[in-house]
């Protein structure tokens, strides 16, 4: 049966709708990617992803099972769409020699991009290798490349990834608005230096959900510049907790502010919920934190704020910090110390805490009530607090 011409309209624009709402795919192995771990197989990737950023369509990069062996690489925009989904069915494996991407700073960059989501996927820095060399003293070690980085880049999702060994940080957000990490898993040693597992700085608008993360420093770093951060659900440990800092290393520097930590746990970890700042002059500040339902399990300082970081005791003995830290609320923090002090609140002497607020906390330290310093932190406590506060009032 033949249909009147008056319906042929309506089904051509049916039609040409239906194709356009597919989405554009690049399998990179039809660009010549290796899915055989040895092979580099860089070009492919890049070749794949200019043809997505060449696209004024929505597309998709998939990467079937099999491990692809990729140097450093620096996914550029300006990109044609603001829709581009990089679907990981494999593993992204670093060159074994921790000297080829060592010196890189990154080793998978995302630059200038807008609307980008990997969904899936295994990165492995394949970083222990520097991690021996940097524990040896050996000073020809290379600094160490960051997992993946997305720099000024907009409207990013990071969906149910797995980031594996890095040589330095895992995952890095930097000068980015409207982010979401969700799902992802960070794994290394809890002696790998310096491989902070999710850092956030000069970002607004990043949400960080539903993740679970165990390395060798901060599970979450917080660098100056970061506003408007949430951070849900997430597992801690091993590693150095979650922290909002270290600020005041530049003498003008932006602040933190606007931080929601809340339904955390910790277990194992060197700190609990931290901030930091380093003992010397600075214009930064950290404001309107707040740190809810957190679950301490053996953690060594489970609220912890240090205004007199100073490494090595190099640049800074002797001074105060001006990093300016007020309004932070610890609201229904409970659990078990590893150590006799489970609250302790060393701030800057120049600068005093001001407005730290103590609300239904319970830590204790082998069955004890833990206890608590304080010194040049003023605020006020309510509920039930133990170890009893000793904030000045």
């Known amino acids: 049966m033949s249909l009147p011409i008056k319906f042929l309209p309506f089904l051509l624009i049916l039609f040409f709708s239906s194709s356009l709402a597919i989405p554009l795919s690049y399998n990179v192995l039809s660009f010549g990617a290796r899915p055989d771990g040895q092979t580099d197989s860089v070009k492919s990737f890049l070749a794949a992803w200019a043809q997505a950023c060449g696209s004024a369509e929505a597309a998709t990069i998939y990467v079937p099972p099999g491990r692809y ?19 990981i069915d494999g593993t992204l494996v670093a060159p074994a020699d921790y000297h080829v991407i060592g010196n890189a700073e990154n080793w998978i960059l995302f630059e200038h991009v807008s609307g980008v989501s990997i969904n899936g996927g295994v990165l492995d820095g394949q970083g222990a290798g520097l991690w021996a060399c940097k524990k ?32 330095m940080f ?13 799902g992802v898993k960070v794994s290394a040693a809890g002696d790998s230096p310096n491989t902070d597992g999710i850092h956030v700085q000069s970002s607004s608008g990043v949400t960080i959900l539903d993740s679970k993360i165990g390395t060798g420093d901060d599970c979450v770093s917080v660098g100056p510049g970061a506003t408007n951060l949430w951070i849900e659900n997430v597992a801690c440990g091993p590693g150095h907790g979650i ?29 609990g919920v931290r901030i930091k700042s380093w003992g010397r ?29 100073c490494p090595d005791n190099e640049n800074c003995p002797g001074q ?61 406590a309510s509920g039930f607090v133990l170890p009893n506060s000793c904030l000045k009032t």
Do not use: W
């Not at 895992?170 to 969700?182: A, E, R, S, T």
């Not at 270290?246 to 700190?271: D, M, P």
């Not at 002090?341 to 060393?346: N, Q, T």
């Open 281 to 309: 002059t600075s214009g930064g500040f950290a404001r309107n934190i707040l740190f809810q339902h957190a679950l301490m399990n053996n953690v060594d300082n489970p609220i912890i704020i240090d205004q007199n970081y």
């Open 170 to 182: 895992h995952i890095v957000i930097n000068g980015c608005n409207d982010v979401k990490v969700q």
């Open 136 to 167: 040896s003293d050996n000073s020809n070690c290379p600094s160490g490349a960051t997992t993946l980085r997305f720099s000024n880049s907009n409207n990013v999702v990071i969906n149910g990834l797995a980031s594996v060994d890095s040589q």
């Open 320 to 380: 105060a910090s001006g990093v300016k830290i007020s309004d932070v609320i610890y609201q229904d923090i409970h659990g078990t110390s590893a150590t006799e002090v489970g609250v302790k609140l060393d701030c800057s002497s120049k600068n005093p805490c001001t407005g730290i607020s103590l609300e239904d906390v319970k830590l204790v330290y082998k069955n004890q009530p833990a206890e608590a310093s304080c010194t040049n932190a003023d605020g006020s």
């Open 69 to 87: 062996l990729l140097s450093n690489v620096v996914f550029q925009g300006q990109c044609k769409n603001n829709d581009i989904t990089i679907r």
């Open 243 to 271: 922290s909002i800092g270290s600020l005041g290393k530049e003498q003008q520097e932006a602040g933190v502010q606007n931080v929601t930590v809340t339904s955390v746990t910790f277990t194992g970890t060197q700190n």
